[in-house]
Each structure stands twice: as C-alpha cells, then as structure tokens.
C-alpha cells in the first residue's frame, strides 16, 4: 500500500515564489523607504547563508536516500546534519532568502513577505507534512520532535 501524500500542491515553492512577486510589485505600486547602509552587504550573507542551508539540506536528504518533493510521501526521516538544528531547514532557509532578498534589492517589502510566507508555509505544508512524517515513522518522529524544534534549536534534555 503506497502511503498518503502530504499535500497535492508543492506549496513551499509556490509561496516563496509567489512572495518574491508580491514583493517585487509591491515596490513598484508602493516604493518603500531605503533601507540602512549595508542592507546590500546583509542581504548577500542572508542570501548565501540560505543558499549554503538549502544545499547542505539537500545533500543530506539524497545521502538518506529521502524524496525531498514536499508534495510527496517520505521514503526516510532525516534527523542529520542541518535536521539535528531544525526540522524544516529548506522551509528557514526559504525565509533567509526572502529577507536576504530584501537587502539585495532594498526593497522592505521582503521583510514584510517573509513572514507572511513563513506563516502560510506553515499552515499549508509543515503541519500537513508533520502529520504525514508521524503517521509514517511513529515512535521515531515522536523521538525527533522531542529533540528538534520546527524552525530552528534544540530542546534541553534532562
């Protein structure tokens, strides 16, 4: 029996695309304030920084040999390399690129973007995709939600 799907929609790059739009019009109907001297420099960080994030994500999903299509059923739970930090680290790092976005292009309206994003790709995708991982990997997701929060650190353990 072929397990459920998360979601039929890959919804995470569908909202950070769609946010990067939304922005980018945003500006132009509504040209916010210049941001703060080195925004340009922050912004080329914030970028690499998400770009590094999603990559090393990556990397350690194929290693795993786990589907990394959000709007598809898991083939492994990765608790590795950037899975230890966080348990959506491709979802943070979509949120680093909308802020770093922001500071590339001086345009405020990717800070007001990232978190709406962050909020839809939450209630779209993460929750859905956090009942489909339980369903799937039982004791061991449990295990895992214990130890890793959904964005970012580790819980204490006594």
């Known amino acids: 029996m072929r397990p459920q799907v998360p979601n039929r929609w890959p919804w995470p790059p569908l909202i950070t695309g769609g946010a990067v739009l939304v922005a980018l019009l945003m500006a132009r109907l509504w040209a916010p304030p210049a941001l703060f001297p080195g ?3 922050a ?21 795993r040999r786990a589907n990394i299509l959000p709007h598809r059923a898991a083939t492994a ?4 390399g950037p899975f230890a930090w966080s348990r959506n680290p491709i979802y943070l790092a979509n949120g680093l690129l909308l802020l770093g976005l922001g500071g590339l292009f001086d345009n405020a309206w990717f800070f007001v973007a990232a978190p709406v994003a962050a909020f839809a790709t939450d209630r779209l995708a ?24 959904r964005w970012l650190g580790r819980r204490m353990t006594s």
Do not use: K, P
Not at 77 to 80: K, R
Not at 132 to 148: D, E, K, M, T
């Open 39 to 41: 925004a340009f420099a």
């Open 43 to 63: 912004g080329g960080l914030l970028v690499g920084l998400a770009l590094g994030l999603d990559l090393w994500a990556m990397v350690e999903m194929r290693r």
């Open 77 to 80: 739970l990765v608790t590795t």
């Open 126 to 149: 993460i929750r859905r995709e956090e009942r489909h991982l339980a369903a799937l990997f039982g004791a061991a997701w449990s295990v895992y939600v214990g130890r890793v929060r």
